[in-house]
């Protein structure tokens, strides 16, 4: 009886000395992120449209943020990086906007067994459309988008990109 006595206590002060040093490790690597943050909106216009769908990505200049969002159906659109976190960091920001669109067509298969026969017929496979652009590739790359923007610690940071077609 003293042996399972003394054996229950070893492993109670084992788990429990694994359970001190897995918080000690777990705890004393990490960082965490203090990096004041802000909120930023904005609405992108195509020709005086909203564009809806579009992805707009505010990528800081020095290369430490990059905050991405999606434009709803009005063309508005909350920015916050990373994942998770709410705002975005003061600084100086290049923007790309993107928007592609597929197509529908009336001549590509809707079954695998429509494709088979196609195919037996002798026909081509057929080819996915091309994506069509929803704004002009320029404002894709950062390069040629000539789009920029500043977020601000002090200030209401609400933008207005008017694009041209």
Known sequence: MRKASLTFKHIAFS???????ALAVGCGGSTVDKTP???????VLLEGAPVD??????????GQATAVAMTDDTGEFHLNVPPGK?????????VTIRKSTVAPTNKEPTTFA????QI????????????????????????????AEEI?????????IELKG
């Open 15 to 21: 788990a429990a000395s694994m359970f001190g040093l």
């Open 37 to 43: 943050r802000y909120q930023a909106t904005g609405k």
């Open 53 to 62: 769908g579009a992805v707009v990505a505010f990528s800081r200049e020095d």
């Open 86 to 94: 709410r705002g975005v960091p003061a600084g100086k920001y290049r």
């Open 114 to 117: 429509e494709m088979e026969a």
């Open 120 to 147: 037996r017929a002798g026909g081509p496979p057929p080819e996915s459309p091309a994506p069509k652009l929803g704004v002009p590739a320029r404002y894709g790359d950062p390069a040629t988008s000539q789009l």
């Open 152 to 160: 601000s610690a002090s200030g209401k940071n609400e933008f207005v």
